[in-house]
């Protein structure tokens, strides 16, 4: 009984699971943005990668495209936060924040049900919890190499939230 109590419950809470866990990556992700000086948004390692700011700015865009694909829901971003001429480390901040709230309010209008709908990201076909999975990998691989740049500016990244 126990079981299978447990388990009724795990099957009704993907949603909220979801929206924790994206909730913790945007707190993480704001702690980057904050531990980078203002000076360090222009940074790039290498001339042929992204600086820091268009790091964080791709980070941005992906949310936004896969999250509309996933819900339906129209992406408030008009263009690419990349291109954006205000690369500034408020403005990076803002839209990157922005990115996470979508992210989260089309979370909160959506049901278990809707994570099994049958979506097309970037012109491949699944589900939209696959969607949000592969959002959520997306996001955490880019703020992970931004960890290098903000060491290289000489500050210090922060500590990983597991929880």
Not at 19 to 27: D, S, V, Y
Not at 53 to 59: C, G, N, S, T
Not at 60 to 75: E, T, V, Y
Not at 124 to 135: I, L
Request: glycine share 6%; hydrophobic share 40%; no cysteine.
């Amino acid at each position: 009984m126990m079981l299978l109590a447990s388990h009724a419950a795990f099957a009704q809470t993907t949603i909220a699971k979801q929206i924790t866990e994206w909730e913790r990556a945007k707190a993480y992700t704001k702690e980057y943005l904050d531990a980078m000086p203002d000076d360090g948004y222009a940074l790039k390692p290498t001339p042929e990668i992204r600086s820091f700011a268009q790091q964080m700015d791709h980070l941005a865009d992906a949310n936004f495209a896969f999250i509309s694909a996933a819900s339906g829901k129209k992406s408030p971003m008009q263009g690419s936060a990349e291109k954006m001429a205000d690369q500034s480390k408020a403005a990076v901040s803002k839209v990157v924040m922005d990115s996470y709230d979508f992210v989260l309010a089309a979370l909160k209008g959506m049901t278990d049900a809707d994570l099994g709908k049958d979506v097309k990201v970037f012109g491949k076909d699944m589900k939209a919890g696959v969607a949000f999975e592969k959002a959520f990998e997306h996001q955490t691989h880019h703020r992970g190499q931004t960890t290098v740049y903000i060491r290289l500016k000489g500050a210090t990244p922060p500590n990983e939230k597991l929880l």
